[in-house]
C-alpha cells in the first residue's frame, strides 16, 4: 500500500507569494490533517479535513486554508506569504474515526527569502 | 490546555543498551497516545498507539506504556542500535485528528 505522498518535497518562494501544497492520503483513508514543524514551535496542528468537510482547525491566521477533493486528496494554500512561514509543512492521513493512528507524509520544505 | 514534555531533550548511548523515553502530559482525559519517531528532513513514522483502555502496547523491540492517572507514557527501547537514532516524539489527541506533540527526544545510538 503506498503511503502519504506530498508534493514538491521543496519549494522556494519571496515575501508576499502564494504557495499551494498537495497531499496524497493512503488509500481508503478519508481525513486529511496538516501541521506545521518549526525549530522554535515544534509541530503545530493547522487544520483536518474530512470528507471534503473542515473538522478541525488550529491557531493559525486566515493565510492558511486548505481544502479537500472527492478523492480524499488534500491542498493547502498559504497567501502573502512571511518570512517566519518557513517551516516543514507535513500532512497526514488516517480513516477518520477515533483510535486510528495518523501516517505521516515526508513533508513539503518550504523556504521564504 | 493541554500541554506535552519529554525528557531528557537529547539522550546519547552505546549500541546495545536497554533506555526508557519519557512523556508527560497535563490533561489526562485523553483516548490514545501516539509515539513516533524522525528521521533528520524527513516526516513522521507512527511507532506505536496506546489506547486508554491499554496500559502497554508491543512492536519487536520497542514497548510503550500508558498510565493516564499520573499523565506518562514510556517508551521502552530494547537493545539500541546506531539504527534507532532519530528524534522520538509522542502525541495525544486534542480533536478528531488533532495531535498535540511533544517537543521530542533526539537519540544517538553510539556504535
Known amino acids: 500500500k503506498a503511503g502519504v505522498t506530498q508534493t514538491p518535497r521543496y519549494l522556494i518562494k519571496t515575501r508576499g507569494q502564494q504557495v499551494t501544497l498537495s497531499c496524497s492520503p493512503i488509500s481508503g483513508h478519508r481525513s486529511v490533517s496538516w501541521y506545521q514543524q518549526t525549530p522554535g514551535q515544534g509541530l503545530q496542528f493547522l487544520f483536518e479535513?474530512?470528507?471534503?468537510?473542515?473538522?478541525n482547525k488550529g491557531n493559525f491566521p486566515g493565510r492558511f486554508s486548505g481544502r479537500q477533493f472527492s478523492n480524499s486528496r488534500s491542498e493547502m494554500n498559504v497567501s502573502t506569504l512571511e518570512l517566519g512561514d518557513s517551516a516543514l509543512y507535513l500532512c497526514a492521513s488516517s480513516y477518520g474515526t477515533d483510535n486510528q493512528p495518523q501516517h505521516f507524509g515526508d513533508g513539503t520544505r518550504l523556504s521564504i527569502l | 490546555k493541554q500541554e506535552v514534555t519529554q525528557i531528557p531533550a537529547a539522550l546519547s548511548v552505546p549500541e546495545g543498551e536497554n533506555l526508557v523515553l519519557n512523556c508527560s502530559f497535563t490533561?489526562?482525559?485523553?483516548?490514545?497516545l501516539q509515539w513516533f519517531r524522525q528521521d533528520p528532513g524527513k516526516g513522521l513514522t507512527s511507532l506505536l498507539l496506546i489506547q486508554s483502555s491499554q496500559r502497554e502496547q508491543t512492536s519487536g523491540r520497542l514497548n510503550a506504556s500508558l498510565d493516564k492517572s499520573s499523565g506518562r507514557s514510556t517508551l521502552y527501547i530494547a537493545a539500541s542500535q546506531p539504527g534507532d537514532s532519530a528524534t522520538y516524539l509522542c502525541?495525544?489527541?486534542?480533536?478528531?485528528?488533532?495531535?498535540?506533540f511533544g517537543t521530542g527526544t533526539r537519540l544517538t545510538v553510539i556504535p
Open positions: 490533561d489526562s482525559a485523553i483516548y490514545n
Open positions: 479535513y474530512f470528507s471534503e468537510t473542515q473538522r
Open positions: 502525541a495525544v489527541p486534542t480533536g478528531a485528528n488533532n495531535l498535540f
